[in-house]
């Protein structure tokens, strides 16, 4: 079987091969990629090739962490879309479910499974290729790096790990190990892991949003589903999910996306649109489905993004034409009979 991942995994490959003298450009040819994918939303690129790039950089580079090393490089996201489903979630153990959950969608050969054992908790991770499991030792190393960077940034500051597992061997020198994790790492191990107390999964996310989880559920869900829909409708789907959340920028839509704004804005004007626009649709859809529910304005207003109900009603009456107060006495539902 043949695995595919976004295109997105090989952000940050090429400032990392540049920094230790190759050329990434070259070596990327050589396995049969190409960093332009970066720029393409939709793109999917051989999970075996970007295995084997890391195995041929590391090799060229004289080194033995060139995955760890390029693992430094990673936050959360880099996820695109899982990214906001799993900052959403009440708990760790919450999220790290979720991360598991829609994994695939991010890459194929990757699979992540949460288990408890008394009081551990054991974050264990494969890697498939096209010949089964047991991929390089490189691209093991990036993705639990990456992850151990993901679990570090949701759970907090004071968070450790109490032991990070590898099936292949040991490098020459552990020392560069040992700094990234922080703890003791095992190499020729039964499984890949990472080892940590199990009362940790307790641990609340400070971004913890319920309603917006559930947006970001049924989201993520759809594109799982309709892999195949354009970027400018991915790109409305997304402002409409961050709305409520009071961060809905350019940049926050292209960080969701896995991709930097330019690209955003390049895809929305070849359909004639413009973020402002968009967020401004956006905006008139959510405050119709909020001002018939009968929540209170100011709640309506910064759930749409204004810091307060002069400015949001000014630009209601410049976008509905009159103000929301006669605007509900017209459209809202009946309100709920209370008992």
Partial sequence: MSYRA??????GYAAL?????????????????DLAALDDLDARISAQAFADLLERSNEA??????????????????LGPIGIVVHQ????????????RYLPFHNESLVLRLDESGNLAILRMDVLTSSGPGAGRQVTELSLGAFFRILSRLAGPDWKSLRVCFEHSAPRSIATYRRFFGCRVDFENEFNAIVFRAADLDTPL??????????????LDSIM??????????VRELVRLLLSSGNCSADT????????????????AA????????????????TAQLLASHRPLAEVAERVGFSGTPAFSRWFRQSFGCSPSSWRAVNARPAPQRL
Avoid: C, W
């Avoid at 091969?17 to 990629?33: C, F, H, K, N, T």
């Avoid at 979630?89 to 979720?98: F, K, Q, V």
């Fill in 6 to 11: 976004r295109s997105q995994i090989l952000t």
């Fill in 17 to 33: 091969a540049r920094s230790l003298g190759l050329a990434p450009e070259r070596l990327v040819r050589s396995v049969g990629l």
């Fill in 61 to 78: 580079a004289r080194i033995d962490d060139f995955g760890l090393r390029l693992a430094e490089s990673r936050a959360v996201g880099i």
């Fill in 89 to 100: 979630e009440p708990d760790l153990r919450s999220a790290l479910s979720s991360l598991a």
């Fill in 206 to 219: 400070a971004m913890s949003d319920a309603m917006l989880a559930k947006y970001a559920h049924r989201y």
């Fill in 225 to 234: 589903v309709d892999g195949t829909a354009p970027v400018s409708q991915k």
């Fill in 253 to 268: 839509v292209a960080r969701g996306l896995g991709v930097d704004r330019r690209t955003v804005h390049r895809h929305l």
């Fill in 271 to 286: 359909v004639g649109a413009t973020f402002s626009s968009v967020l401004n649709e956006a905006r008139i859809e959510v």
